[in-house]
Nanobody
Framework: QVQLVESGGGSVQAGGSLRLSCAASGYTYSDYCMGWFRQAPGKEREGVAAIDSDGITITSYADSVKGRFTISKDNAKNTLYLQMNSLKSEDTALYYC?????????RGQGTQVTVSS
């Protein structure tokens, strides 16, 4: 079955950087688009970034993270990444990776990112 395991979260000061990883298994990773979502306490889950199956042609970002976050996909390693720079306190949330383009139906357990100001 589909397994997605996130890692790389942690606590960082505002202005800092983190790189999240998502290891995928149980399906043909290169056939699927992927995405990152996040959910802060008391707020709805929101899409952060998405990337097409080949990891090259199409990427898409939420307006709130454009220019600061970069999504990438390594089909040789079955791994998805999210490079997060210039972090802000409002980026604090549980971050999930998911299979699909802006589709969080199949997602992992998440990794916590906490940004202190």
């Amino acid at each position: 079955q589909v397994q997605l395991v996130e890692s790389g979260g942690g606590s960082v000061q505002a202005g800092g950087s983190l790189r999240l990883s998502c290891a995928a298994s149980g399906y043909t990773y290169s056939d699927y688009c992927m995405g990152w979502f996040r959910q802060a306490p008391g707020k709805e889950r929101e899409g952060v970034a998405a990337i097409d199956s080949d990891g090259i042609t199409i990427t898409s970002y939420a307006d709130s993270v454009k220019g600061r976050f970069t999504i990438s996909k390594d089909n040789a390693k079955n791994t998805l990444y999210l490079q997060m720079n210039s972090l802000k306190s409002e980026d604090t949330a549980l971050y999930y990776c998911a299979r699909g383009f802006w589709d969080s139906t199949n997602r992992g357990q998440g990794t916590q990112v906490t940004v202190s100001s």
